[in-house]
């Protein structure tokens, strides 16, 4: 009697906090706002980043992107390949060099200071053509369309499923009969390979 309460009550606590972190997750999505990149600004973006031009450390502008929250552009440098990243700066991390309307994110890659310094200076001068579009996100799980984020959560379901699942082999012996079963198999399949 006294295992069954304190399933229970473990289960409520589970429950309870499933429960709290999607309303703590719909609360904040409800608060956030997201800056998207309007078409029509990717000539601007690319010049910016260097298209065509001389860049310092040795690089050389190869292609470049923009998905709705973010530009990317990749360089080839004497260091080797560069990915950066340009983002509003209120959704950058903390340590990012930023101009007024731009935050440098170096994604891939070991980015020469000077490329850093040059595309700062590039941004600077022409970011008074640009202009983001701040909007409400399209759901309350709209930060599950960020792809670190989706990592994050399979890393974490992954982990978590591996957690309950060596829980519950333990639970009762499980663990020994499904070792008993798997050695079984693989010596059935073996006997049957030699013969």
């Known amino acids: 009697m006294a295992i069954a309460r304190r399933l229970a009550r473990q289960r409520t606590a589970a429950a309870a906090l499933a429960l709290g972190l999607s309303l703590a997750a719909a609360a904040a999505a409800q608060e956030a706002r997201l800056h998207v990149i309007p078409a029509g600004q990717e000539a601007l973006l690319a010049d910016m980043l260097g298209r065509g031009a001389a860049l ?3 690089c050389r502008f190869v292609a470049g ?3 709705s929250v973010a530009a990317t552009a990749r360089y080839d440098c004497a260091t ?3 990915e950066i990243e340009l983002r509003h700066p209120d959704d950058a991390p ?3 060099p930023r101009s007024a309307r731009f935050a440098l994110i170096v994604r ?3 980015a020469p200071p000077a490329l850093l310094e040059a595309l700062g200076a590039r941004l600077r001068a022409g970011e008074a053509g640009f202009v983001w579009i701040e909007t409400a996100p399209p759901d309350p799980w709209w930060f599950l369309y960020d792809d670190r984020v989706q990592r994050a959560a399979v890393v974490s379901a992954a982990l978590a499923l591996a957690g309950l ?3 519950w082999l333990r639970r009762g012996g499980r663990w020994r009969r499904l070792l008993a079963g798997l050695t079984t198999a693989v010596r059935a ?3 049957r390979s030699s013969t």
């Open 56 to 58: 310092p450390g040795q």
């Open 65 to 67: 992107g923009v998905v």
């Open 94 to 96: 903390a340590g990012a």
């Open 189 to 191: 399949a073996v006997s």
């Open 108 to 110: 891939q890659g070991e």
């Open 80 to 82: 080797g390949a560069v």
């Open 165 to 167: 699942s060596a829980w």
